[in-house]
């Protein structure tokens, strides 16, 4: 019997917007028994610091690791947090927006079982779109104390920034979810140099460039009597003479000098930047005055 062949059908393409909005929809019902909807999402690929200037400051901010290393981050804003808490206390949303209000440690603690369960379903919903290995191996790291802490945490480099503009279901409250990692389609693969039997040569050099070294970085040095040493207490002030942010010097074991540093911050923490010594400058002597005496050099 001859019947009319129907038209195939191609597949419809998987795309990172709707990946998006099935892995959120799914971690809210999982992690918090929340139903909710993604109206929109946005996607942008910006330099570290055109993503700091584009962030806003009241948002719940937490790193993303990779291989244990901060690698990008997540953001919820004041609506998405008072949900959580409130599917998280009292089992319902409240028909009203909450107030507007700075995130606490607490707020982290409420929202780590959504971001996470995010985190999970994001590589299953993904995979096969543009966004497919874009969150392989990321896993939620500590929060961040400020909107400054994410730039001095993060690498300088393309960042893919998602915004997740969520529907609570409830009166008319809006959150948003910000996502953050690294353009996996824009870094460049560097590939291993497998040396097979390396020599006796390269093998002595990469057990010594793998050794640990110890550096001191010293400010300032001081001489105190034992008397003045004695008398010190918490609270008392000791003068560094001539000290500045530049004079920092760097020595190795057995007091060897190895260079100069700036005293800064990275990352939270104190940190030294190696800097070339400044050079000093000679400058002429003006001639002795009438009546002064005249130093002869051999």
Same mark, same amino acid.
């Given at each position: ?53 584009? =962030? ?7 790193? #993303?690791?990779? !291989?244990? *290393?901060? $690698?990008?981050?997540?953001? @919820? +804003? ?31 603690? =409420? ?7 995010? #985190?999970?379903? !994001?590589? *299953?919903? $993904?995979?096969?779109?543009? @966004? +497919? ?40 409250? #809006? ?124």
């Amino acid at each position: 019997m001859a019947v009319r062949q129907a038209p195939l059908t191609s597949d419809v393409p998987l795309t990172s917007s709707r990946a998006l909005r099935v892995a959120m929809t799914r971690a809210a019902d999982k992690a918090l028994g929340l139903s909710l909807s993604v109206t929109s999402v946005g996607e942008e690929t910006l330099q570290l610091e055109a993503v700091i200037e584009t =962030l806003p400051n009241d948002y719940l901010y937490a790193g #993303l690791l990779r !291989l244990g *290393e901060v $690698t990008g981050f997540i953001g @919820l +804003d004041a609506q998405m947090r008072a949900a959580v808490i409130e599917m998280q206390t009292i089992g319902s949303l409240s028909k009203s927006p909450q107030i507007e209000r700075s995130p606490t440690t607490t707020d982290m603690v =409420l929202a780590a079982p959504v971001c996470e369960m995010l #985190l999970k379903l !994001l590589p *299953e919903t $993904t995979a096969g779109s543009d @966004l +497919d290995g874009w969150v392989d191996d990321v896993s939620l790291g500590d929060p961040f104390d400020s909107l400054r802490s994410v730039g001095l945490a993060l690498e300088d480099a393309d960042y893919r920034l998602m915004r997740l503009t969520i529907d609570l279901d409830v009166g008319e409250r #809006l959150g948003e979810i910000i996502l953050a990692l690294p353009n996996h389609t824009s870094q460049p693969i560097v590939p291993e140099t497998d040396l097979g039997d390396s020599g006796w040569d390269i093998k002595m050099n990469r057990a010594v460039i793998n050794a640990p070294a110890t550096l001191d970085a010293i400010l300032c040095r001081t001489k105190l009597t034992i008397g003045q040493v004695n008398t010190l207490q918490v609270g008392d002030v000791l003068p560094l003479y001539g000290a500045t942010v530049s004079s920092v010097r760097l020595f190795a074991p057995e007091g060897v000098e190895v260079g100069s540093a700036r005293l800064g911050q990275s990352g939270g923490l104190r940190a030294v930047r190696l800097e070339t010594p400044v050079a000093t400058v000679m400058r002429d002597i003006p001639p002795p005055k009438t009546g002064e005496a005249v130093l002869q050099a051999d």
